[in-house]
Nanobody, 123 residues
Framework: QVQLVESGGGLVQAGGSLRLSCAAS????????MGWFRQAPGKEREFLTG????????YYADSVKGRFTTSRDNAKNTVYLQMNSLKPEDTAVYYC????????????????WGQGTQVTVSS
């Protein structure tokens, strides 16, 4: 089993940056692909990024491509989401997940979830 705890959310002005971290416990962390999702009020949860267990391959949704970067440090059991050029429409609760299924593209299912961290971007 994998337990996940996100941190790094907060309030930032448009154009600013935030770095989210997701700390995992459990010896099987390095065997999972990891993903970041977000959910804004009244909207469905959106899959943003995925990264394979090796860190070699990544996926980005069009909405964040070129602005967000995901990385992982298996030695630290941590996955990161660097968010630059933030926009008010990026305001949402952000979740990391250990992916149970992922096609390497836009289709992913979380097996384990963090509790979420709020990101608010002011205009």
């Amino acid at each position: 089993q994998v337990q996940l705890v996100e941190s790094g959310g907060g309030l930032v002005q448009a154009g600013g940056s935030l770095r989210l971290s997701c700390a995992a416990s459990g010896r099987t962390f390095s065997s999972y692909a990891m993903g970041w999702f977000r959910q804004a009020p009244g909207k469905e949860r959106e899959f943003l990024t995925g990264i394979w267990w090796s860190g070699d391959g990544t996926y980005y949704a069009d909405s964040v491509k070129g602005r967000f970067t995901t990385s992982r440090d298996n030695a630290k059991n941590t996955v990161y989401l660097q968010m630059n050029s933030l926009k008010p429409e990026d305001t949402a609760v952000y979740y990391c997940a250990a992916l149970g299924r992922w096609d390497g593209g836009s289709r992913a299912t979380g097996a384990y979830w963090g509790q979420g961290t709020q990101v608010t971007v002011s205009s």
